[in-house]
T-cell receptor, first 112, second 114 residues
Framework: KQEVTQIPAALSVPEGENLVLNCSFT??????LQWFRQDPGKGLTSLLL?????REQTSGRLNASLDKSSGRSTLYIAASQPGDSATYLC???????????FGGGTRLMVKP | DTGVSQDPRHKITKRGQNVTFRCDPI?????LYWYRQTLGQGPEFLTY????????KSRLLSDRFSAERPKGSFSTLEIQRTEQGDSAMYLC????????????FGEGSWLTVV
């Protein structure tokens, strides 16, 4: 059974810092991995999707990497802003089935 | 493309009552998913439709839960005889025909069972 863990569970940084969020998964037989953002009481917004054959994806100040063999992904946020404050979730789609398995999320607060 | 729409956004019900949530996916998305999320946790998969066929169901989906997608467009999730443990946000998502594409989530339907 796939298990996804995100560390840290919460993070508070001053504005302008570069930061890294971590995601690990137990079964390396994945189809793809997605990073989502969730604002309080809201749904999820997809940030980046990495296929299993890819090593990284970039969108603006966000960069996500994938090391399938070690079961790890990182989300790098450059020059953080208060508007980045949210919960960040990673989710893995395994080769078998159509479900996403989510981590518990990292709650990020960027202080002005 | 108006996004995934869910209704109602909030529902408060008494224990033992039945509730139904509706999801309208992005048009032409043939794949539809239901997830449940409790406070401080990541979403957990409930069920998956491809067109009108329900192809996957989680063990979380007890006999009191039923989901339908009668014409391959909108979907409903019904919870019968609600229990306090059913209190959660119910998220609907859809994705295009091509496997492995980005999944788009709705804003969720909050359920509180009192």
């Amino acid at each position: 059974k796939q298990e996804v863990t995100q560390i840290p569970a919460a993070l508070s940084v001053p504005e302008g810092e570069n930061l890294v969020l971590n995601c690990s998964f137990t079964d390396s037989a994945i189809y793809n991995l997605q990073w989502f953002r969730q604002d309080p009481g809201k749904g999820l917004t997809s940030l980046l999707l990495i296929q299993s054959s890819q090593r990284e994806q970039t969108s603006g100040r966000l960069n996500a990497s994938l090391d399938k063999s070690s079961g790890r992904s990182t989300l790098y946020i450059a020059a953080s802003q208060p508007g980045d404050s949210a919960t960040y979730l990673c989710a893995v789609k395994s080769n078998a089935g159509n479900m996403l398995t989510f981590g518990g999320g990292t709650r990020l607060m960027v202080k002005p | 493309d108006t996004g995934v729409s869910q209704d109602p956004r909030h529902k408060i019900t008494k224990r033992g009552q039945n509730v139904t949530f509706r999801c309208d996916p992005i048009s032409e998305h043939n794949r539809l998913y239901w997830y449940r999320q409790t406070l401080g946790q990541g979403p957990e998969f409930l069920t998956y439709f491809q067109n009108e066929a329900q192809l996957e169901k989680s063990r979380l989906l007890s006999d009191r839960f039923s989901a339908e997608r009668p014409k391959g467009s909108f979907s409903t999730l019904e919870i019968q005889r609600t229990e306090q443990g059913d209190s959660a946000m119910y998220l609907c998502a859809s994705s295009p025909r091509v496997a492995g594409n980005t999944i788009y989530f709705g804003e969720g339907s909050w359920l509180t069972v009192v």
